[in-house]
């Protein structure tokens, strides 16, 4: 379903801050696959997705997502088949935007552009039956502007967005790493249920690395730009986070720095 080839990405190119991203980087997803991303601050994670979303243009390498080549794809156009969640629950929605509105620009970023008519009462059936899913009693708040939602509730949205129209990959970057504990273990179980119903082909950055040893299908470690470590199967479910963190040191030759992921 995705296939990375050689992937790198560098930032301030020629300058003595010049810094190396992403360092060829070589992963394949199989339709379905759930995989977690962990590694330090600075380990090329934000700019796999980056890269993968059209953010940022890849220096070198090339990206295949379903047998398409969508490396010089704009953003745009790739999100048409992406969908993304981001750490921030402000990104993604439009806060002066009501509940419907928001769900409707969603809905139709995989339809032809041109003049379409407004909503109709069968949309808004749609939407309400989407929003009694999260279980959050959104489904009656159609008309009310996103702003006024919590951060979970928003947050939530955000992912039924990125999953209603369903996407071929979907991108979750640190999604519930600003929501408090309690908030965030109810939207993982939401994002689990959500790509587990729909077999939705996942990468999730995470910085609790218990997080990203329970969930999903695979695990991988990313450090100074490249993956240094790609665990599934038996390995994985075997893996404690005391033994990733041993295993990491000894393929990495460093120690982790991130102190979120050490007391995670």
């Known amino acids: ?9 560098k930032f301030n190119q020629g300058t003595i801050d010049e810094k190396v991203a992403l360092a060829q980087v070589d992963l394949e997803l199989a339709a379905g696959e759930f995989v977690t991303i962990v ?41 048409r ?27 139709g970023k995989q339809k032809k552009l041109g003049l379409q008519p407004g909503l109709n009462k ?8 989407q929003l009694a899913q999260l279980g959050l009693g959104l489904e009656g708040r159609l008309k009310d502007k996103v702003g006024l939602l919590s951060g979970g509730q928003r947050q939530a949205l955000t992912l039924l967005m990125a999953t209603m129209v369903q996407p071929k990959l979907l991108l979750l970057d640190e999604h519930t790493a600003s929501l408090d504990p309690v908030t965030a273990q109810k939207v993982l ?13 996942t990468l999730m ?17 990313m450090d100074r730009g490249k993956i240094m470590l790609d665990l599934q199967g038996e390995a994985r479910a075997k893996m404690t986070v005391e033994d990733l963190v041993t295993e990491f040191a000894r393929k990495s030759g460093t120690q982790l720095s991130n102190d979120r992921m050490l007391l995670s």
């Open 205 to 221: 950055i995470t910085h609790n690395m218990q997080e990203a040893l329970t969930l999903g299908t695979r695990t991988i470690m």
């Open 1 to 9: 379903m995705l296939k990375i080839k050689g992937l790198t990405k």
């Open 122 to 129: 069968q949309d808004q059936e749609f939407f309400r039956r």
């Open 39 to 79: 590694g330090s601050n600075g380990a090329g994670k934000s700019t796999l997705l980056n890269c993968i979303a059209g953010v940022h243009e890849a220096d070198s390498g090339r990206i295949y997502l379903d047998g398409e080549d969508i490396t010089d794809l704009p953003e745009w156009q790739r999100a």
């Open 189 to 201: 179980a939401l994002t689990e249920k959500i790509i587990t119903e729909h077999q939705l082909c």
């Open 81 to 107: 088949q992406i969908g993304r969640v981001f750490q921030d629950p402000l990104v993604g929605t439009a806060y002066d935007m009501s509940i419907e509105e928001n769900l409707a620009i969603a809905y």
